[in-house]
């Protein structure tokens, strides 16, 4: 176990050196010079030359990788060429911390609304209800998530006034206005994922209560709910914890449109705006962050497998 731990680990190493050379080389290869957006419409070439060589971008590109692999281990990810700020407190203290509330919300809505939805239409497999799940989750995981985001503002916040429009409330310094910003951002993120879980956990709670075992245990006398929730769902899981950390890292993309839609300071605005800035040291954090995470929850989901199931434990 600790063997399989370590190759784990030094993949995720090698995962995470990948994405920050393709990050770092692919944004050198895209139009745009920070250089002369910082200086403005006009500046000289003795101007824009002392610039380039004070940040470093007259150097090689192996050489400029190195200093800023160097500096982004050490926790000095550089200071942002338009505001000015840390790049490191921008990303860890400010952004990340709501890309994370927010997208767990949107977990945590789907899960409530998928898990309960799916195992409905298994038990009423081939009714109304069953039709109606299994339509709704369609939808669902079919309609674009900014397209969701600008009908559910036109539609509750513009028309019925019931939800903000503008603004941003952190949740940590205000909970109830918070929640009341972010609830239409999580229904627009997390009704892809809601539609997803609710099909995967139908298909799966079918095919788990056609086993055998399910047979003895009703064959015992236990009550229904003791059958599904119990014996039925323990073995759903496998693959509903599949599913879901395989679609944590679609998560994290899809809040990058969510947060421009409904203009939120999360990490996808973050990204977005120095995307359009040329900001490199901004727009390589917002992709290193995204990338670790999404191999942490690949591990913790590796790890999920042999507390769910104990015969993996041995291996």
Known sequence: MARALFSRLMQTLLVLAVVSIAAFWFLKLAPGDPVSLMLGAEY???????????????????QQYLNWLGGFVRGDWGTSYISHADIFKQAVYEALPITLTLSALA????????????????????????????????????????????????????????????????????FAAGMHHLALPAITLGAYYAGLIAITTRASLIDVMAQPFIGAVRARGEPMWRVVGVHAMRN????????????????LRGAVMTEVVFAIPGLGMMITTAVLNREYG?????IMLTA???????????QTYQWLDPRLRRR
Do not use: C
């Open 44 to 62: 000289s070439p003795a101007a824009h030359a002392k610039l380039t060589r004070e940040l470093g971008l007259d150097l090689p590109w192996p």
């Open 107 to 174: 977990l945590a809505m789907a899960l409530l609304i998928g898990v309960p939805a799916g195992m409905l239409a298994a038990l009423r497999r081939g009714g109304p209800v069953d039709w109606l799940v299994s339509s709704l989750s369609v939808l669902g995981s079919a309609v674009p998530s900014f397209y969701l985001g600008i009908v559910l503002v036109w539609v509750f916040g513009v028309g019925m006034g019931w939800f903000p429009t503008m603004g941003f409330v952190r949740p940590w310094e205000d």
């Open 236 to 251: 759903v899981l496998m693959p509903l914890v599949t599913v879901i950390g395989l679609q944590l890292g679609g998560l």
């Open 282 to 286: 901004v727009v390589q954090a917002g």
């Open 292 to 302: 670790l995470f999404f191999v942490l929850v690949n591990l913790l989901v590796d």
